[in-house]
């Protein structure tokens, strides 16, 4: 990515743009929108039981924790699980008061929409000051509809929502010159999650390059620090042993071994198999790839560095909520490289002719940005409805099955407080109130006073049809009762021990 030295003066200054009132409108009317849109979406699919334990449900039970004055457990990856030893996301504990008035999945279903809607704000008063209305109409819209958002708002709930407004705001001011904003809006992504200390140390070395030195160095130190220090220390500490996802860095199946098999894994090996390279032409496409001349690009290295040369598949596409940090920070630079004009352009024939040859060099500017964000609406329009946010457009998001009112009803007759056995789609009903554990995962509590079942095919994870009906008859027979049974729901209630 090119040094980029001449920035356009912006619309305000010229007296084309709006004030700032308008500008604060126009976003705040997007937000809104976008908020509803997004609450929606989750707000649905918990209602049509969509969501599921694995990750609504751990989500919940670790602001539950913190709601109770407590570390969080997660029972749902076993008993007395320390949430803290898979995660450093201490961030969550900012929903517990909302949760301690509202013990509901809601809660941080509605929050997550609000984190990801608000983001939409800084981007699109850059944009309106510096670009125009219509150029922040579309560039607001772009982030928005964007797929990775779209992912990540149609798979339950996941940390990484508050690291979507903290990159928008830090990024967004970055692009704009003030650097000890763009610093303080940083900071806090090191109590979001472990990864994350790297983005922040990139973008102190953006800072540094934009001449905040001293400044710069000390938020990238911050960031590395921090990521060792809870990686290396204080994971461990809460789990008793090594950070689990390191091993998730190996290298993938059939990667040569020896020095060739490392050399093809930091080269050629991130950009193989095809997964990679479409997640890399879908990020920058809605940028007609303009992302790529603004610096602020750099800060995507560290989420997509540890993604691709990891051995997990899933981390490569486009799914789940992997890509969501992405996004702020690709229409950044994006919004960044429209209000700047690659270096040489003003030298030559343009400048010698004076007036003339710069009102030519505007022209031709105003039409490359025009050209671009209408690049920018067709892919934003073309890939929505591959994306969850499409949903909303589809009769039958907005229709409830008979069989989640009948599954709601047996629920009912589970006391609060009790250790339940569920299946995973039903664990998101059931965590607000007790203590439940995906039913068939082999870490689960093995004798929980209820089981609380899905027997429709098909079953999902952890476990497949054959292998739920083998453990339902070993239960029975180890003092398990049927309490009620309607609409293929089933629910057994231990009598006894074994």
């Not at 609380?452 to 398990?480: C, F, K, N, S």
Request: hydrophobic share 45%.
């Amino acid at each position: 990515m090119p040094r980029l030295i001449h920035r356009h003066r912006s619309a305000t200054a010229t007296g084309a743009g709006p004030d700032r009132a308008g500008s604060l409108r126009l976003s705040l009317l997007l937000g809104l929108l976008l908020f509803a849109v997004y609450a929606a979406v989750s707000v649905r699919r918990q209602q049509r039981m969509l969501t599921a334990g694995y990750d609504l449900g751990i989500f919940e039970q670790t602001v539950r924790s913190y709601a109770h004055g407590h570390l969080p457990v997660v029972e749902l990856k076993g008993p007395g699980f320390q949430e803290l030893g898979d995660h450093f996301s201490p961030i969550l504990a900012t929903l517990a008061p909302f949760y301690r008035l509202w013990p509901s999945p809601l809660v941080l279903l509605l929050a997550q929409a609000a984190l990801m809607a608000v983001a939409v704000v800084p981007l699109t008063r850059w944009a309106q000051r510096d670009l125009g209305t219509r150029p922040a109409v579309v560039i607001g819209l772009g982030y928005g509809l964007s797929w990775g958002i779209a992912s990540a708002v149609g798979f339950d709930f996941h940390e990484v929502c508050f690291a979507v407004p903290l990159l928008a705001f830090s990024l967004t001011a970055l692009g704009q010159g003030r650097l000890r904003a763009a610093a303080l809006w940083a900071l806090p992504l090191l109590l979001v999650k472990e990864d994350l200390g790297l983005t922040v140390a990139v973008t102190g070395a953006l800072i540094a390059w934009r001449g905040g030195r001293r400044l710069g160095a000390a938020l990238a130190v911050a960031g590395l620090a921090g990521t060792l220090l809870e990686v290396l220390v204080v994971v461990p500490a809460f789990r008793q042993g090594d950070f689990t996802y390191l091993g998730m860095l190996s290298a993938p199946a059939g990667t040569p071994s020896g020095a060739t098999g490392q050399v093809y894994r930091y080269t050629l090996g991130l950009f193989a198999p095809g997964d990679k390279v479409l997640t890399l032409i879908l990020l920058l496409a809605p940028t007609a790839f303009l992302a790529v001349r603004s610096p602020l690009l750099w800060a995507v290295v560290p989420t997509l560095g540890w993604r691709f040369t990891s051995g997990n598949p899933l981390f490569w596409g486009t799914g789940f909520h992997y890509s969501a940090v992405l996004m702020p920070i690709v229409f950044a630079a994006y919004v960044d490289a429209l209000t700047r004009r690659p270096a040489g352009t003003r030298n030559g024939r343009d400048q010698r002719d004076g007036s003339d040859g710069r009102d030519r060099q505007g022209t031709r500017d105003r039409r490359a940005r025009r050209y671009s964000l209408i690049v920018t609406a067709l892919v934003s329009a073309l890939l929505l409805p591959l994306f969850p946010l499409f949903q909303l457009a589809r009769p039958g998001t907005w229709r409830t099955a008979p069989r989640v009112a009948t599954a709601h009803r047996i629920m009912h007759l589970i006391p609060d407080g009790a250790t339940v056995g569920a299946s995973n789609r039903l664990a998101p009903q059931l965590a607000n109130r007790t203590t439940v554990s995906v039913f068939g995962f082999s870490g689960s509590r093995p004798d929980p006073q209820w089981l609380m079942l899905d027997t429709v095919p098909p079953t999902g994870w952890p476990i497949g049809e054959a292998d739920q009906a083998r453990l339902i008859e070993e239960a029975r027979t180890h003092g398990y009762g049927i309490t009620a049974r309607a609409a293929g729901y089933l629910l057994l209630h231990r009598t006894a021990h074994p």
